[in-house]
Each structure stands twice: as structure tokens, then as C-alpha cells.
């Protein structure tokens, strides 16, 4: 089964620094990335999606993620991250029609 | 709001308890998963269904849990006997179906066995 590893599990960043989020996935056939965010108090909500087509992928809120099919690679990335972005953030891949997650990124980011 | 809903958002209980644990879908939406989540990890899953079939279980779901899905619309989910080690967040989620869909997550229910 397919799987992802996170490798950043506490991030601390000051408002306008760019971050990225590493996220690797294991092989197994058809790839389907996924990033969640979950604000606090709040549920998992879908920031981007891939399943096919141009590797860097656009999502809401002004963050990007790219597959690098090479390196098993799909890193978000946001070039100026706000306080409003202080969240858990959790890859997953969905190969199998069952998503399944990564161990989550905690994202603090002082004003 | 036509969002995934889960009730309670909030159980406590003695252990050794049964509790039992509500999800309805998004309307349209034949395939419908639950998750646990502790603290500081990622949601593991627990099982999925395909409409009213129950298609895969994950090996963390013991026989002491059980979950239905009877018409394909609500969901249960049932741990009978409590320990202490289930105090968790449930999820629940729900897509459609299809190969470039995303599931939709409900807010979850907090248990809390003392």
C-alpha cells in the first residue's frame, strides 16, 4: 500500500518567511497527492490536489505544491507565510481510493 | 450545512463502556471512511465503505469495534468495552466516486475514557 513521510514535524517561522513542507511517498502504481490543513478547533480542509498533468499544483490560500516523480517527492510551498496559516499540515496519498496520511506538520508562525 | 456532520463532538466515558458514534455524509457521496486521531499524529484509518458495503478494515480495528453503514447514507461507529487507550478524535469522511476526487472530513468526535 501506498504510504507518505513527512519529515518536518515542527515548524516555527516569522511572518513574510517562504516555507516548505517536505512530503515523500512511497511507490504504488497510480499516484494521487493530497495536502490537508487543520486549523485549530477546526476540520481537515483539502489546501491542493494532484492526480495527473502539471506537476506544480496550485492551491487555495496562496500555497503550491510540485511532484517531482524522480525524487517521490510533493513539497508544499508558500513564499510568505501570515500568522493565519498557524496549522497542522498533513500530506496524503490516495492510491487506493483510501487516503492515507502522513504524520502532520505543525506549523507555528509568530505575527 | 451540507457538509460531513458527526455527533457528539465531544464523549466521555467510564471504561469498560460501550459508545457508539454517528456520521452522515455528504448526500451525494457513495464511499464514506472513518479515521482515528491521536495527538500529534497524522489520521490513521480505521475502515471504508462503498455505499452500505464495508469494503476494507484496517488491522487497528479490534473486534471490539464495529461500524455500519446500513441504507449507505449514516454511519456507526461502535467500541464496546472502552479502554482507555481509544480515547482519540474519530473522524469521518466522505467522497464521491471516481479517481481525481477528495475526501471531505466532518469535525470528529473527541472521546475520552476514564
Known amino acids: 500500500a501506498q504510504s507518505v513521510s513527512q519529515h518536518n514535524h515542527h515548524v516555527i517561522l516569522s511572518e513574510a518567511a517562504s516555507l516548505e513542507l517536505g512530503c515523500n511517498y512511497s511507490?504504488?502504481?497510480?499516484?494521487?497527492l493530497f495536502w490537508y490543513v487543520q486549523y485549530p478547533g477546526q476540520h481537515l480542509q483539502l489546501l491542493l490536489k494532484?492526480?495527473?498533468?502539471?506537476?506544480l499544483v496550485k492551491g487555495i490560500k496562496g500555497f503550491e505544491a510540485e511532484f517531482i516523480k524522480s525524487k517521490f517527492s510533493f513539497n508544499l510551498r508558500k513564499p510568505s507565510v501570515q500568522w493565519s496559516d498557524t496549522a497542522e499540515y498533513f500530506c496524503a496519498t490516495g492510491g487506493s481510493y483510501i487516503p492515507t496520511f502522513g504524520r502532520g506538520t505543525s506549523l507555528i508562525v509568530h505575527p | 450545512d451540507t457538509g460531513v456532520s458527526q455527533d457528539p463532538r465531544h464523549k466521555i466515558t467510564k471504561r469498560g463502556q460501550n459508545v457508539t458514534f454517528r456520521c452522515d455524509p455528504i448526500?451525494?457521496?457513495?464511499?464514506l471512511y472513518w479515521y482515528r486521531q491521536t495527538l500529534g499524529q497524522g489520521p490513521e484509518f480505521l475502515t471504508y465503505?462503498?455505499?452500505?458495503?464495508?469494503?476494507?478494515k484496517s488491522r487497528l480495528l479490534s473486534d471490539r469495534f464495529s461500524a455500519e453503514r446500513p441504507k449507505g447514507s449514516f454511519s456507526t461507529l461502535e467500541i464496546q468495552r472502552t479502554e482507555q487507550g481509544d480515547s482519540a478524535m474519530y473522524l469521518c469522511a466522505s467522497s464521491s466516486t471516481g479517481a481525481d476526487t477528495e475526501a471531505f472530513f466532518g469535525q470528529g468526535t473527541r472521546l475520552t475514557v476514564v
Open positions: 511507490y504504488g502504481g497510480t499516484v494521487n
Open positions: 465503505f462503498q455505499n452500505e458495503a464495508q469494503l476494507e
Open positions: 448526500s451525494e457521496h457513495n464511499r
Open positions: 494532484y492526480f495527473s498533468g502539471d506537476p
